[in-house]
């Protein structure tokens, strides 16, 4: 008959519990297991702190200046996660999960990856020395400073080191732009934006986790997933407060405007859409409203096409990519704004937002435009790559 085998020596199976105490406390949690708790108990109270706007309590879980930076922000939701702990000595790094979103802006968290040192107070408790973006990964603006926010009517305008007087225009351009979107587009989007302003180049970079190089000249861009639905976070738009500054008001609206439309279209942009299309697209957009006309709006493109220098084609992704060739750069947004000028004036502007919706709605860009161009506006990429050509000799005539 079977038995229970028993550990040789006094205590038997107790006496195996106890030679395991050290790692598994007998079937109960392990020492790491029990900060990894603790910590997430400090960071639960913080997260309350922040939300709820109560300094004295944020003070109590960790370092004061972190909520200097962020106070003014109005968050609706903010969370960690821990999903890591290490410990040296007294002290422990944690990483964690932070899940944000900004009140009346983002319908879903914003998810980011943070790195927390961590030490302990006078009561044993974990104390929050200081929070960074975990390794590899992109900087929150409150990370780089005091955070000023200006509420438009349609968004809002975060920013760091930047005069309040210029926020407040900066908002003024959301609060034309998001509308002129709507003209243009329909309704079928948030109708909302988010817009940071950094201090500096290098900031805005850090934003992006990327060179300052690569965006030195570029005025803004849209961060965001493609093809996500409409109840992904906000999308925010990002200016370089070098570029972008040194644009006038006309300039700066234009800009903005065409960020926000990636951001109204971003549901309906994919791995199918071409971006002569998405940037052509933002670019008609934004010169919509502004009476300006080809030659003015694209220069680089106007001198090529009177020099004889017509496309043979329609520009490529590598055509924009910023290597330094600024003309080469401008030569392929003009391109596809002018391809997008070309659909709304012949075809009409509702058959345009069609075409870039039924682009969008291919899963891979084999056939995407092929399909789109003959379903909707009844030609071949032949016949209107033929036609686009015509059509830029025409207007820059």
Known sequence: MAGRRRVPGSGGVVALCLLLVALVACGGRTPVDAARESVQRVLDRRAEAIVGHDESAFVRTGAQSGFDQLRAVPFAEWTYRVTGLSRQGDEATAEAELRYRIRGLDREPVTVARTLELSPDAAGDWYVESERPAEGTAEQLWDQGRVEVVRAAWGIVLGVGQPAGRLGAYAGLVD????????????????????????????????????????????????????????????????????????????????????????????????????????????????RETGRTPTEAAPELWQAVTEGDVPAGLPTDDDFAFTGDSAGLARAYESGWMACRMIADRWGEPRLAEFYRAVGAHEKRAGAVEGALEEVLGVSVEEFTGQWRQYLRTQFA
């Open 176 to 287: 034309r732009a998001v509308p002129a979107v709507t003209r243009a587009w329909g309704t079928e989007w948030p109708r909302r934006t988010v817009v940071l302003v950094p201090e500096t180049l290098e900031g805005m970079a850090a934003l992006l986790a990327s060179p300052a190089s690569s965006y030195r000249g570029i005025a803004a861009v849209t961060t965001g997933e493609t093809g996500a639905p409409h109840d992904a976070p906000a999308d925010r738009i990002i200016l370089n407060p070098v570029a972008y500054g040194v644009l006038g008001q006309s300039g700066k609206q234009v800009v903005l405007t065409h960020e926000t439309t990636h951001v109204a279209t971003r549901a309906h942009t994919g791995p199918a859409t071409p971006l002569w299309l998405s940037e052509g697209f933002a670019d008609w957009v934004g010169y």
